[in-house]
Structures are given as structure tokens and as C-alpha cells.
């Protein structure tokens, strides 16, 4: 499977100022306003006029870039628009309204749904006549929450449209009289009121977001032998709880099975793709290594990373994964490439986690699969094309294990199955922990790992990387927090993992064989 070119690299940090809610809303209604007047472009004033109502809102966008208004808080945003239609007159240019709904349907339903999704990973050429659907019943706060994005795109439109027709810059319009203070002065009381209605949301009903409050990783210690002379990790990208359990995927339920499951694993806040695998891998919370979104405008984490602490001990980690999350990690991702037709994607994953297997023997190896994530993305979760992907990454990480069995490579190695966040119902949003994102599928298998085990704490994802530290005999990244997830493991032997095997050792590398066999 080919890498990442540059052009994809950069093209994907581009998509995400149209993907993320909070860049797109600006970017949306500047965008609308322009191609409305289409005509006056040629003229100086209109920019002129255009440019200093705009300047005049600049407080708006600044809170609507600041607040997010997902879930159950999207429905609070109508009434601004209800109130500024009380306090200025009937709106002025309804055509621009019109068009601002049909290019944002365009947008989201023909452009993203249908023609981005066809080049990018081969969906039908149909796709709108389920994505319509998809975006008006999305609840995260990206540019396909129909919900959130309309109330805000329409009375942003409103308010510079009333103000840019109140310029005029031949002397009668606010810049030129009295008027100017009698117009603004009303906006910026308007304004205000809705900085404290937003306050006021978030302080009292934006109360789903996690607490991130687990100390810095102190013990057990991480400095110590290593457990394993492996791990492999595989994140199964975006794989809904739920909808995990009513897949056909006997591989990975009789791995889960016979090892230790963590029934109440959550993912971290915002539950976007690049935030989650940052905090796995450093253990630490967003806040703290500084990835807020998929959107990253800093490139790099701001804390060591569990590859950091494995080069410290002289050993290697890779972790394969798409275009996103170089942003992240740097050097340390192999890239592939998410240009590829959904069918194929995993299959091409697969085979080149076997080459970099082959070629490089890494210590630790972090497999992304990706097509059940796109295929949420683009066909929505509750449909069956969602179930079938997960069966179909079932299948490829048996032939996966099974190679690795073949090659020797299972001895003394320790599995993690995981997702990295769920996805919502719509385009399977995830970010602010609808119905289906926060908890995620998480187990683990190998000889040193508990059979048959089933924890039902509540455990978060940042208990990844200190997990990882200890299992490979490294020291924990610097800004790591949490657990080591230490109930999963069987009582060490003295033996530890530089001679020969344990009997433990011996029966857990034969149990991953029996289980390969009969899945």
C-alpha cells in the first residue's frame, strides 16, 4: 500500500477547515455573502462596505467560533435568530437566504456525500439519497450538523447583511452620522446577550464531558524487566460498542473471550480521530499535548509519546495509520494513503503491517484500520454496510494474527484490540460523545494476559501508553496519566521475557495458535 504523498498530507489538513464546525461556519457565510454579489466584485465600495460591516460582527463569529453547540444544546440556536427577526426589521434580501440553505445542502449532500466520498473511497454515485438524511440527524458539532450549522450561518448572514445595506459611504448611511452609534449600539447589546445565553448553555447543561483528573503515572514501575518482547495494537477506527457486539466477528469476540476485556473504556474528549490516538500514545489529555481536534493548527504533541520512552531503552515503535495523525506524530507514523476504495483499504493496511513487520521487527506496532470509520462516515452506523465492515476487519486481523503465529512473531507478544472512539447516528459524527461514542471495544490477549478476565471499571484511554511502558520495560512518557491497566496481567515469573519462555509463556502463545485455529 502506497504512502501518503505530500499533496495528501497538506490536502487533508485543508479539508479539515471545511470539516470541523468551528473554521467552516466563518469560512461558509464569508464565502455565501461574496457569491451573492457576484456582480459588485468590480466595485471598490462594496468591498469597502463589506469589509467594515464585517469587522463590526467580528465578535460573533469570534463566540460561535468559540462555543460549540452539539447534542441536545443545537436546539437552543434558533432562538437568537428568532429574537434578532423582533428586534431589526423583516430581512432584507431573502434570495440570500435561500442561497445560503442550497449550498450548504450542496455542500454537505452532493460535494461531501456523494463526489468526495466517490473519489476518495469509491462510494455510489447514490450516496446522496442516504447522506440528506445522515446530515439532518447528525448531533456532532462538524460542518454536517445540519442543526447547528444553519441557525448560526443564518443569522450571521442576516446581521451583516443588515449592517452592510445601513453603510453608506456617500453620507447618509451609519459611518457618516448619529445613526452610526444608534445602529451598533443595539447589535453589541444583541451580541452580548447571546455571549451570556451561551455561557449560561455550557455552564449548566454541557455536563458530558469527562473528568480529567487521574494523577501523573507513578506505579507499578515502568523502568523495570520488560513483560513482553512485543505488542502489537490494533484500533479498529471508529467501531461502535454496540453495533461490535451484533457484528459477525468470532476472531475477535473468542480473543476477547479468552483474555481480559475492559467493559467501561472511554475515549477522551473531543473524541476526534487525531485527539484520541495522541492521548492512547501519551497518555496524557488534550489539554495537556495540545491536539484539540483534527484540525491542528500546532503541528506536533506537546508531551513525549510512548515511542519517545521506547527510544530511551533502544527500542522501536511504528505506528501505521493515515495522512491525520502525521500531524500529531510526526516521524513516527507510517502513512498510508486514504485514497483507496473502501473495499481495499484494510487489505492494503494488513499487508503492509506484514511488511513492516518483516523488514523492520518493531516492538511495538500500532495497526489503524480504517474502513469501518469510513464507512460510517459516508453510510451512516445503523445500517448493515457498517456491520459488514466490521466482519470484514474480523477476517483481516485473523489472517494477521495467524501470519504473525506463522512467523514466529507471537512469542511472548501481547494483542490490544480497541477502538480509538465510537461513532453517533447521522454521518457517524464523533467528537462530543453522542449515544455511541464514549465507550469503545477494548481487550487484550497474549501469555502474560489473564484468560477469560472481564473488568467493569470505569478506565480511559490514556491508560494506553503507561500500559504499553510497562509491558515493554520502558519509562513513562512525561505527561502520562492514569492506570496501568495491571488487573489484566497474570502473576510474573521470575523468568521474565529475556530467556527462554514461561510455562505461562508457553500456554498463552499456544492458546493465540488454538484460538487463530478454530475462530
Known amino acids: ?44 465600495d462594496f468591498w469597502l462596505a463589506a469589509g467594515l460591516s464585517l469587522l463590526l460582527l467580528l465578535p460573533l463569529f469570534a463566540i460561535y467560533y468559540y462555543f460549540d453547540f452539539p447534542l441536545l444544546l443545537r436546539n437552543y440556536l434558533w432562538l437568537p435568530v428568532v429574537a434578532a427577526l423582533l428586534v431589526w426589521e423583516p430581512p432584507h434580501n431573502l434570495s440570500l437566504y435561500a442561497t445560503a440553505i442550497g449550498l450548504y445542502f450542496f455542500f454537505t449532500v452532493f460535494f461531501w456525500g456523494t463526489l468526495y466520498y466517490r473519489l476518495r473511497i469509491g462510494t455510489t454515485l447514490w450516496n446522496f439519497k442516504r447522506f440528506w438524511k445522515l446530515v439532518l440527524k447528525n448531533s456532532d458539532s462538524t460542518s454536517g450538523n445540519a442543526q447547528e450549522q444553519l441557525p448560526k450561518l443564518l443569522l450571521l448572514l442576516f446581521l451583516w447583511n443588515h449592517l452592510y445595506i ?94 481480559t476485556e475492559y467493559t467501561q473504556m472511554e475515549t477522551v474528549y473531543p473524541a476526534r480521530t487525531v485527539v484520541c490516538f495522541s492521548s492512547m500514545f501519551t497518555g496524557a489529555y488534550p489539554k495537556e499535548h495540545g491536539i484539540r481536534s483534527n ?15 521506547l527510544r530511551k531503552v533502544n527500542k522501536k515503535g511504528r505506528l501505521l495509520g493515515i495522512a491525520h495523525l502525521i500531524d500529531s506524530m510526526g516521524d513516527d507514523v507510517e502513512s498510508v494513503t486514504a485514497v483507496m476504495h473502501n473495499d481495499r483499504a484494510d487489505r492494503n493496511i494488513i499487508e503492509r503491517a506484514k511488511k513492516i513487520m518483516a523488514e523492520q521487527d518493531p516492538d511495538l506496532l500500532v495497526v489503524q484500520l480504517i474502513g469501518v470509520d469510513q464507512t460510517g462516515h459516508s453510510r451512516g452506523v445503523l445500517y448493515d454496510e457498517y456491520l459488514q465492515k466490521i466482519a470484514e476487519a474480523d477476517r483481516l486481523i485473523e489472517e494477521y494474527v495467524g501470519w504473525l503465529n506463522e512467523q514466529g512473531m507471537m512469542r511472548n507478544t501481547t494483542l490490544i484490540l480497541c477502538a480509538d472512539h465510537g461513532q453517533a447516528d447521522g454521518i457517524g459524527g464523533h467528537g462530543h460523545l453522542d449515544e455511541g461514542e464514549r465507550f469503545v471495544p477494548f481487550f487484550l490477549n497474549g501469555p502474560t494476559i489473564k484468560q477469560g478476565h472481564r473488568v467493569d471499571e470505569r478506565h480511559s484511554l490514556i491508560s494506553m501508553a503507561p500500559t504499553l511502558s510497562f509491558l515493554l520495560g520502558a519509562p513513562y512518557p512525561n505527561g502520562s496519566r492514569g492506570r496501568v491497566l495491571s488487573d489484566a496481567f497474570k ?3 521470575k523468568s521474565g521475557s529475556g530467556g527462554k519462555e514461561t510455562s505461562n509463556e508457553s500456554k498463552g502463545t499456544q492458546e493465540i495458535s488454538r484460538i487463530h485455529s478454530s475462530a
Open 166 to 259: 445601513g453603510i453608506d459611504l456617500t453620507g447618509e448611511g451609519y459611518l457618516s452620522s448619529t445613526h452610526f452609534s444608534e445602529a451598533v449600539v443595539p447589535l453589541y447589546l444583541f451580541i452580548g446577550c447571546i455571549l451570556l445565553f451561551a455561557w449560561i448553555l455550557h455552564a449548566n447543561l454541557f455536563d458530558w464531558k469527562p473528568k480529567e483528573t487521574a494523577p501523573l503515572t507513578e506505579s507499578p514501575d515502568a523502568t523495570g524487566k520488560a513483560v513482553n518482547e512485543k505488542v502489537i495494537v490494533i484500533v479498529v477506527d471508529g467501531m461502535r460498542k454496540e453495533r461490535f457486539e451484533e457484528a459477525d466477528a468470532p476472531f475477535l469476540k473468542k480473543l476477547r473471550a479468552e483474555g
Open 1 to 44: 500500500m502506497k504512502k501518503a504523498s505530500s499533496f495528501e498530507i497538506v490536502a487533508a489538513r485543508c479539508w479539515n477547515l471545511l470539516n470541523e464546525g468551528k473554521p467552516f461556519t466563518p469560512i461558509f457565510v464569508v464565502g455565501t455573502f461574496a457569491l451573492f454579489r457576484l456582480d459588485q466584485w468590480t466595485n471598490g
Open 491 to 493: 502473576p510474573q515469573s
Open 295 to 309: 484540525m491542528v493548527w500546532r503541528l506536533g504533541i506537546r508531551v513525549e509519546s510512548i515511542f519517545d520512552s
